[in-house]
């Protein structure tokens, strides 16, 4: 049964090295992900003056409960929303003089629900130039705590952030969330605090965050669902090919290997073990209706996989895609159509049509790794493809041309 190495989860090794630097002691990281997004936050917590030692298996990261070690930094944070949003925040809880900036495509995304939520709890923040985006300066004094009210329907990772905060303030947070998206990424923060000794008690929408810090500990970081999502499709979109996913089974804290019941209705058939998915194409993909506000990370995978459908697959609640690395309903929507498929799309929703791309057309990558990954699984069926910026898969997965092009045939 062939198995695919996928590398470290994304989401879960920025988590961990938040908690790991935020921690009393030294933590480990096993397997975390190498990647740009990843050695960008990394990076960021060494100029906040966090001791991070690497491995080519493990990282450990010498916490500091108290903040950051220097009194001003400056901080670079590449591409990374992670960590774009989670270091000023962990730099919050410190004391000293901190700026972030960001590459211009990150500067373009939003921040501003966190930094009212920051601010409202008195933390003094500047926006340097666009109100609620990179580049910033947070003049950190430490944060008391007390009740804030979020509105975390742009992104969850407003409401990790604050949450991973919580346990550094001296009061504890009560934090009341108004709306929330990508729901399964908060469950991932809270079995992640829980592994690093806080517990968080929910009720409802109300979150409440105990201080009193975490604890240092050894964490094993789980493969990447999202990216799984492409090796997964390549085997549905293939009759007889069968892939398996090793470290990805039933215990997965990642909502996105929810993408495989996708996979399930549409016609493939799937098996998740203990500690293992496995996906095998049976030749036949039907059209389906998919609410995917939970999963949306996985949107461009289905898009890329829908005209060998043999209906309509309509995609609905992703309007918060058209704020990632680029308008993913959009890239998606582009990139059908310039292979000759048939697409509607509305706010917050995309539906495309049966079709056979056309060979040989190039796809507009738009800076964004997802929309490459997952066209790639379009190019197993549609020769000649390729793609203006090949090379932005380094964002989470660098060898991720490599590992598709030595996938077993069937």
Known sequence: MPAVDIPGSKSITARALFLAAAADGVSTLVRPLHSDDTEGFAEGLARLGHRVGRTPDAWQIDGRPQGPAVPEADVYCRDGATTARFLPTLAAAGHGTYRFDASPQMRRRPLGPLTRALRDLGVDLRHEEAEGHH?????????????????AGE?????????????????????????????????????????????????????DVPPGGYRATTYAIEPDASTASYFFAAAAVTPG?????????????????????????????????EDRTTVRGTGELRGLTMNMRDISDTMPTLAAIAPFASGPVRIEDVGNTRVKECDRLEACADNLRRLGVDVATGPDWIE??????????????????????????????TPGLTYDDPGC?????????????????G
Do not use: C, N, W
């Not at 580049?135 to 509105?151: F, K, Q, R």
């Not at 898969?393 to 045939?409: C, D, I, M, Q, S």
């Open 135 to 151: 580049p910033l300066t947070v003049h950190a004094s430490g944060v008391e705590g007390g009740e804030v009210v979020l509105d």
């Open 352 to 381: 495309i049509r049966p079709g056979t791309p056309a060979p040989g057309v190039e796809i507009k990558s738009f800076g964004d790794h997802r929309i490459v990954m997952s066209f790639a699984v379009t190019g197993l069926r």
């Open 155 to 207: 992104s969850s990772q407003y409401l990790t952030a604050l949450l991973l905060l919580g346990p550094l303030t001296r009061t504890g947070l009560r934090i009341r969330v108004t709306d929330l998206v990508s729901a399964p990424y908060v469950e991932i923060t809270l079995a992640m605090m829980r592994a690093f000794g806080v517990e968080v008690v929910r009720d409802g929408a109300v979150y």
């Open 241 to 273: 090919r069968e892939i398996t996913v090793p470290g990805l089974g039933a215990g997965a804290l990642q909502g996105d290997l929810r993408f495989v019941d996708v996979l399930r209705r549409m016609g493939a058939r799937v098996t998740v073990g």
């Open 393 to 409: 898969v380094r964002k989470t997965f660098p060898g991720f041309h490599e590992a598709f092009a030595a996938l077993p045939t």
